[in-house]
């Protein structure tokens, strides 16, 4: 059971973010039916820690990629101009 969860992890930080959210909630689903023996839950809640830290790196580089982009503007503005306010 341990190589697998090494092999499992080789491949996660090819997760997308809503990849990790959606396999993150089928953990939390299977630990809180209570159904799992203690090894098993102990694997699972494991595998669901390295998904959450996996997330909020996604969420991490997302932040900095849009800091990125804003770069040194104060204020955003829209990328197409809104047609409806320019009545004057």
């Known amino acids: ?7 499992g992890g080789a491949e996660r930080p090819e997760l997308s973010f809503e990849n990790v959210l ?15 023996p203690l090894e098993e839950s102990l694997a699972v809640f494991e595998e669901g820690i390295q998904l959450s830290r996996l997330g909020a790196k996604r969420l991490d580089e997302a932040e900095a990629r ?4 804003l770069g040194d503007s104060e204020t955003t ?12």
Do not use: C, F, I, Y
């Open 1 to 7: 059971m341990e190589g697998s969860s090494a092999a």
């Open 22 to 36: 959606a396999r993150l909630t089928q953990v939390v689903e299977r630990l809180e039916s209570g159904d799992l």
């Open 66 to 69: 849009v800091e990125e982009l």
């Open 77 to 88: 503005r829209p990328l197409v101009p809104d047609e409806g306010q320019k009545s004057s």
